[in-house]
């Protein structure tokens, strides 16, 4: 497999001499973190054929069945301040749609703030963890990918059988994960140069991209829900929502999930 992916990849691409493959492991995340905290380089790149404990974020777990998706771990060692990296999610979401329009032909859309989407539908996901040295700056960080590519809809799990989509399930084909794991591992290389010094422009592009703009959102703290209207995203991605008494609000990823008000999206 780790072959088929080298095979779809541009020799220009570095990141293909600290490629990791796994038929099987609990998290690419986990094992990232456990490699970084090691010492591997800025660009090592841990892909999966299936994982045991994938994660989401907020808790969430990722169904992860063996060669159904994309299960890619990526780690970059900025060398910056937390604060020029709070973007980070929201580049390796505009890197993931470039990806799979390049590779699948279709456009995915963004549901704030890591949910690619299609239609009404989840594709998959992105958990981006940070890990800091003991001046504060950043150590290293873990951008995780999941993306579905063959299951049809029996294969999710049940109760996500109404939510989530695949790219098989949307253009009609099979398709091979190794194909869109070699584009994103380049659309992620070419994201990573940019990272720190267009990061107005990467955040127009997610903006344009981003279906949770203008909609009716309900923002789930842990201790209470507030409605209102996602009106724009923040210089540093957080999404600013006109709540229903007319005060606006700044959404920071972390601390809250957004739904729509009628559903998922
Ligand atoms: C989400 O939907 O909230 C994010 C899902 C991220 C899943 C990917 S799969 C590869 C990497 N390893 C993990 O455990 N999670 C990410």
Redesign the pocket.
């Known amino acids: 497999m780790k072959q088929k992916v080298l095979s779809h990849l541009t020799t220009e691409c570095p990141w293909r001499d600290t490629l990791y493959w796994y038929d099987t492991i609990?998290?690419?995340?986990?094992k990232?973190k456990q490699m970084a905290l090691q010492g591997a380089p800025h660009g090592t790149v841990l892909l999966?054929g299936s994982?045991t404990?994938?994660?989401?974020?907020?808790g969430?777990s990722?169904s992860?069945p063996d060669a159904m998706?994309?299960?890619?771990?990526v780690i970059l060692r900025p060398g910056c301040t937390p604060d020029r990296l709070m973007h980070l999610t929201c580049a390796a979401a505009v890197a993931c749609c470039q990806a799979v329009e390049s590779a699948a032909g279709i456009s995915p859309q963004i549901k704030w703030i890591?949910?690619l989407v299609c239609g009404s539908r989840?594709l998959?996901?992105?958990?981006t963890e940070l890990s800091f040295d003991a001046q504060g700056l950043v150590d290293f960080a873990v951008i995780?990918?999941?993306i579905n590519c063959r299951q049809q809809k029996e294969d999710f799990p049940e109760e996500l059988q109404e939510l989530a989509t695949s790219l098989a399930m949307i253009t009609g084909r099979d398709f091979s994960p190794a194909q869109l794991a070699a584009a994103l591992i380049e659309s992620l290389y070419k994201m990573s140069a940019r990272l720190l010094t267009e990061t107005k422009q990467i955040l127009d592009t997610y903006r344009r991209r981003c279906i949770t703009l203008g909609k009716e959102v309900k923002i789930l703290h842990p201790e209470h829900i507030r409605c209102g209207t996602a009106i724009d995203l923040s210089d540093d991605g957080a999404l600013i929502v006109r709540l229903c008494d007319g005060s606006t609000e700044t959404v920071h990823s972390g601390e809250v999930s957004v739904r729509g008000m009628y559903g998922y999206l």
Do not use: E, P
Request: no cysteine; proline share 0%; glycine share 24%.
């Open positions: 609990d998290s690419t995340n986990t990232a999966a994982q404990g994938g994660r989401g974020r907020m969430r990722f992860s998706g994309v299960y890619l771990s890591n949910d989840k998959g996901g992105i958990l995780g990918i999941g």
